[in-house]
């Protein structure tokens, strides 16, 4: 059974950095695609940024450059970098996984993390 795992969640200031986790219980490469999602309150869920079995990553135009989705296969987790964050980035953070030929640009999750809590204080 897969289980993607996020930590690294918390409260920042404004203007502050996070990098989350998402630890994996298999290998990264059993995954076409994985990601990262958000979900604020009153919000739908938004893809921000994903990475392919070979590497390849793209971002959400709404972040400005601030994020950065990278991994360590060797210890099959994936982190996402998070820079000059404002209070309008404050939600739940979500970690997720496609399996085989799955684009998480084009097809929902085939699995999911439980989520961190991100809030930026203003």
């Known amino acids: 059974q897969v289980q993607l795992v996020e930590s690294g969640g918390g409260l920042v200031q404004a203007g502050g950095s996070l990098r989350l986790s998402c630890a994996a219980s298999?290998?990264?490469?059993?995954?076409?695609?994985m990601g990262w999602y958000r979900q604020a309150p009153g919000k739908q869920r938004e893809l921000l940024a994903t990475i392919s079995r070979g590497g390849r990553t793209s971002y959400a135009d709404s972040e400005e450059g601030r994020f950065t989705i990278s991994r360590d296969t060797a210890q099959s987790t994936v982190y996402l970098q998070m820079n000059n964050l404002k209070p309008e980035d404050t939600a739940v953070y979500y970690c997720?996984?496609?399996?085989?030929?799955?684009?998480?640009?084009?097809?929902?999750?085939?699995?999911w993390g439980q989520g961190t809590q991100v809030t930026v204080s203003s």
């Open positions: 997720a996984a496609g399996g085989l030929g799955k684009w998480l640009v084009a097809s929902p999750p085939d699995y």
């Open positions: 298999g290998s990264l490469f059993s995954f076409n695609d």
